[in-house]
Nanobody, 129 residues
């Protein structure tokens, strides 16, 4: 079992930035997690932003549509903690942002929600013009 807690959402102006955090808690302390960020706007499908292995920051992979403004990273001091740096935000980025995870390495592309077992409650990001 993995519990995910997101934080860092809020309201910003067009062009602003935010950094989201996700901390995973699990009894399987020696296990590797593949952790990801997704977002879902009202009336739209959940879409992938990026994913990263909990033990290898070089595994980071960002969806093509998100490259350039969104950066996923791994906390090197806090186990199973990742971040999402979001820059140059626009109103189109307004959505609920979710952290997701599954046990094991990230392996090949993991941009589908069905590839993740555990989900956080989400943190709302609202960008106003």
């Amino acid at each position: 079992l993995v519990q995910l807690v997101e934080s860092g959402g809020g309201s910003v102006q067009d062009g602003g930035a935010l950094r989201l955090s996700c901390e995973a808690s699990t009894d399987h302390t020696s296990s590797t997690l593949c952790m990801a960020w997704f977002r879902q706007a009202p009336g739209k499908k959940r879409e992938a932003i990026a994913y990263i292995s909990s033990v290898r920051w070089t595994s980071a992979n960002t969806a093509d549509s998100m490259k350039g403004r969104f950066t996923i990273s791994l906390d090197n001091t806090k186990k199973n903690t990742i971040y999402l740096q979001m820059n140059s935000l626009t109103p189109e980025d307004t959505a609920m942002y979710y952290c997701a995870a599954h046990f094991g390495s990230c392996g090949g592309p993991r941009f589908y929600p069905s590839q993740y077992t555990y989900w956080g409650q989400g943190t709302q990001v609202t960008v106003s013009s």
